[in-house]
């Protein structure tokens, strides 16, 4: 493996463990609690595709008239993932972008998606991220979030938008996590079969083939220049911490509703 990736994830493996272990993910415990945790992930999940189009732009020419931009190699490593991730099989077999796919599980285990709606809804109108957000209710650590990707966006560091998008990303999926959904799926398949099928794509998908696509686009891109490759581990490192406050939103969320389920 090249040095410069393992001198990377060796800095955030302490961050990622701490994600990983994260007690938002066995505070689901019920039906209820799926909902709040899909409500504030959704947003991740937009926030994701929005990063995969910024590097597409970046990296191949989507404009007319068609010029060969940037390194074949590479266009061939962002093309394919983006293939995968806008138009993949869903579970009656019609293909659809992961998004679309996640909040059809959302529709069917009974969440609410009035506000990813309105969010939306609102950026086809023509609202820019930021405004969306503000007009939305977006929970606040959801809305963080998706502040801190649409900056990277912005700085126009390809090298630095690659590497978030490789390491950033829920890339690890906890076993405790994949098992309280296999139960849950058990005693409710027909609330939650969709968001288990998500599921198990994006761990056939971005976690297997999507993930070494990523990680040779993240080595091209940065080199050998160690200006770069700091650039983009600080960068990273403050994405995981983005991650993790969002599961710090999702596990207050979840709790306080416990709590007032109890006093009621």
Known sequence: ?????????????????????HPAYSSIQTLDDLRTFMEYHVFAVW????????????LTCTSVPWLP?????????????????????????????HFEMYLDAMQQAGADVSTIYRFIELLKKGYNAEEALAHSEVPSEAAEFVRYTFEIIRSGKIHVLSAVFTFGREDLIPDMFLSIIQELQKKF??????????????IEVDGGHHSHLALEMTSQLCGDEQVKWQEAQDAVVKALEMRKKLWDGVYRCIINEKVIDLKV
């Open 47 to 58: 926030d994701f595709m929005s990063l995969l189009k910024a590097l597409q732009n970046q």
């Open 69 to 97: 931009i940037g390194d074949a190699n590479t266009r061939f490593l962002i093309n394919e993932i983006v293939v995968g991730e806008e138009s993949d099989i869903d579970l009656d077999g019609v293909r659809k972008s």
């Open 1 to 21: 493996m090249n040095k410069n990736i393992s001198a990377l994830q060796q800095a955030i493996e302490p961050l990622r463990k701490e994600i990983i272990h």
């Open 189 to 202: 398949p027909e609330e939650v079969s969709r968001f288990q099928y998500y599921i198990d794509r994006h």
